[in-house]
């Protein structure tokens, strides 16, 4: 699973991080050994840490931010992933515009997100095949969707770029990525989250 922005030092990582803090808490501690949740930007600035605000509200959510490095989109990411989740539309046209048959696995997270919510979990295959086997199926249920639901507007599928702004945006925004984070990860998982 490829999380997908611009600077790859705010979204990106954010998602990245909050996935697998949700993975390995729905999963008890067991780790989603078979599913690699990575990140990457489309200009990414490659060996830059994570924006010190972006590390703040990963550990509001109990998230680990350590050891992260910001890397650029490079064509072997998305040949790898099996699931790329991007920020905005524009990043997920810049990814589908890179090949690699990326069109039928990539989605806005937002999308991806509606698209879940009417899947029935029950036709995605038991987790005992392993967490990426569930993933790819999700994906393909997914993409069968696309076009049937579409967003309620334009802006509804974006999560928007908080580099600069005050920490009160950037919460905002990993509130809004939370929330999309929620049904995918439940979807993957057959948890719900505990509240």
């Known amino acids: 699973m490829l999380h997908v922005s611009t600077g790859n030092v705010c979204r990106s990582p954010i998602t990245e991080r909050l996935t697998r803090h949700a993975?390995?808490?729905?999963?008890g501690g067991i780790p989603a050994g078979d599913l690699i949740v990575e990140s990457a930007g489309t200009w990414g600035?490659?060996?830059?840490?994570?924006?010190?605000?972006?590390?703040?509200?990963l550990a509001d959510f109990g998230a680990d931010a350590t050891g992260f490095t910001g890397r650029e989109l490079l064509d072997e990411h998305v040949i790898r992933?099996?699931?790329?989740?991007?920020?905005?539309?524009?990043?997920?046209?810049?990814v589908?515009?890179?090949?690699h048959s990326a069109g039928l696995r990539t989605f806005t997270l937002k999308e991806f997100t509606r698209l879940v919510r009417a899947i029935d979990p029950a036709t995605l295959p038991p987790l005992d095949g392993g967490v990426a086997e569930r993933?790819?199926?999700?994906?393909?249920?997914?993409?069968?969707?696309?076009?049937?639901?579409?967003?309620?507007?334009?802006?509804?599928?974006?999560?928007?770029d908080p580099y600069g702004a005050p920490?009160?945006?950037?919460?905002?925004i990993g509130d809004e990525i939370n929330q999309a984070l929620d049904p995918v990860v439940t979807a993957l998982t057959g948890v719900n989250a505990r509240h």
């Open 167 to 172: 920490i009160t945006f950037f919460r905002s």
């Open 81 to 94: 992933a099996d699931l790329v989740l991007t920020a905005t539309r524009d990043h997920r046209a810049q």
């Open 96 to 99: 589908i515009s890179m090949g």
């Open 23 to 27: 993975l390995a808490h729905r999963l």
């Open 135 to 160: 993933a790819r199926a999700l994906v393909r249920a997914a993409a069968a969707l696309r076009g049937w639901l579409l967003a309620p507007s334009p802006d509804a599928d974006e999560v928007y």
């Open 45 to 57: 600035h490659e060996g830059a840490p994570m924006e010190a605000n972006a590390a703040a509200v």
